[in-house]
């Protein structure tokens, strides 16, 4: 049963950073893709960014580009979405998720386990 935990989401000012992590558990990950989503109210839930376990790949959507990194540590099992220059356009609850395949995909209906959600809120 692979399980997804996900900390780190919180209350900061525009131009602000946070750092959301996922602990992943329930077997071994190398053939799997990561990804951060994310969801704002009234919205559809949207692709944030995508790593491949083993190679390390990675996927952003062009508004996060240059802001975010996505990142895995193997030894912890986790992986990580730190977000710099936050705007309040940022703001939603961010979900990780976990897929048993590569390569990575910006859908998430190809995603097999999810975390609980974590809110992200940038003021102004």
């Known amino acids: 049963q692979v399980q997804l935990v996900e900390s780190g989401g919180g209350l900061v000012q525009a131009g602000g950073s946070l750092r959301l992590s996922c602990a992943a558990s329930?077997?071994?990950?190398?053939?799997?893709?990561m990804g951060w989503f994310r969801q704002a109210p009234g919205r559809e839930r949207e692709f944030v960014a995508a790593?491949?376990?083993?190679?390390?790949?990675?996927d952003y959507t062009d508004s996060v580009k240059g802001r975010f990194t996505i990142s895995r540590d193997s030894a912890k099992n986790t992986f990580y979405l730190q977000m710099n220059s936050l705007k309040p356009e940022d703001t939603a609850v961010y979900y990780c998720?976990?897929?048993?395949?590569?390569?990575?995909?910006?859908?998430?209906?190809?995603?097999?386990?999810w975390g609980q959600g974590t809110q992200v809120t940038v003021s102004t």
């Open positions: 998720a976990a897929r048993a395949s590569s390569p990575a995909t910006r859908l998430w209906y190809t995603y097999d386990y």
């Open positions: 329930g077997r071994a990950f190398r053939s799997y893709t």
């Open positions: 790593i491949t376990w083993s190679a390390g790949s990675t």
